[in-house]
């Protein structure tokens, strides 16, 4: 049996549940624990219908004195059915990090990288290494590769001077899609405004259970025009309890959690975030190996629908 069957089985799910507790005898349970491997989910990207797989990996918090780890993880996510990595020209060490993971792999064409741009021409004395144009080019360098698969500009910065650039390079294909990013619910309705005047494929923007705003002001124009939507902080962020997913260790997952395949507070808030019906996928930032794994299970098996995401939000908020 592969290594992914083994990881995905509903019997090694189920397994995980009863070591926390939180599965119950039925019917329903035996049935799921047939020794078969759960479904990989995946989602379209509407402005082309590729698929990806509805979970990534955010890496703001990559070095390259861990590049040996990271290496590892990114071919174990890939081995899971990962292939989304987001990064950006701001996050230091980042780019290289993946840079340097693929090229040792020897997998640049097998996963789908994403980063992001920040500032503007006019902005490069001001913002330094991190400014503008010449970030793209920094970006190629570091990550070793002659075209990105998505590359946003950063917290809207100077949205309007760069988005024409971004075109200009999709059209010369040294990317393949472009959009825009925030983490910052003050942003979403700006956010909103440029995917109505942009032909943005990609937004990403901040959204988990504890703060479900971007379902009002973004994913209604996602939806509307058609644009692909990642989510980051799925767990939580400085204006969302302080990573709420630290504090789940006096709540009880629900006993039901199980027929989603969710065996842990961060695949059942995954599984919440990834489910809507505007989100194509969520990237949260990691570099441990088993919190890299506990994450992808949650792109496997079924997606809550609206019923069950209810009574997901009753769970939580009780």
């Avoid at 082309?48 to 070095?63: P, Q, R, W």
């Avoid at 990609?202 to 379902?215: D, G, P």
């Amino acid at each position: 049996m592969s290594h992914f069957k083994d990881f995905f089985s509903r019997r090694e799910v189920l397994k995980a549940g009863l070591s926390t507790g939180i599965v119950s005898w039925s019917m329903s349970d035996l049935a799921f624990a047939e020794d078969k491997p759960l479904p990989l989910i995946k989602k379209k990207i509407p402005s082309t219908g590729e698929e990806l797989t509805c979970v990534g990996i955010g890496t703001n918090s990559f070095t390259l004195a861990d590049a040996p780890n990271i290496q590892a993880v990114l071919k174990r996510m890939h081995e899971l059915g990962g292939t989304f990595i987001d990064s950006a020209s701001a996050y230091k060490e980042s780019e290289a990090t993946i840079g340097t993971a693929m090229t040792n792999l020897g997998m640049r064409n097998q996963f789908f990288i994403s980063s992001k741009i920040s500032g503007g021409e006019k902005d490069e004395k001001k913002m330094g290494d991190l400014g503008g144009v010449k970030s793209f080019d920094r970006s190629l360098e570091r990550l070793k590769t002659d075209h990105l698969d998505l590359l946003m500009v950063h917290n809207m910065l100077n949205a309007d001077g760069l988005i024409p650039k971004l075109l200009e390079w999709k059209q010369a294909k040294k990317i393949r899609y472009l959009g825009m990013t925030t983490a910052e619910n003050s942003d979403h309705a700006q956010l909103a405004a440029y995917m109505k005047k942009y032909p943005l494929d990609f937004v990403e923007v901040n959204y988990s259970i504890a703060n479900r705003e971007a379902e009002d002001i973004v994913f209604p124009v996602a939806l509307d025009k058609g644009i692909a939507v990642a989510i980051n902080v799925p767990f939580g962020g400085k204006h969302e309890e302080n990573l709420f997913l630290n504090n789940t260790g006096n709540r009880v997952l629900p006993t039901w959690a199980a027929d989603i395949g969710c065996a842990s507070w961060s695949e059942f808030l995954l599984k919440f975030a990834i489910s809507h019906p505007a989100v194509t996928l969520a990237v949260p930032g990691t570099t441990k190996m088993a919190h890299m794994e506990s994450n992808i299970k949650a792109a496997h098996g079924v997606l809550p629908d609206g019923a069950t995401r209810q009574r997901m939000l009753a769970a939580w908020n009780t």
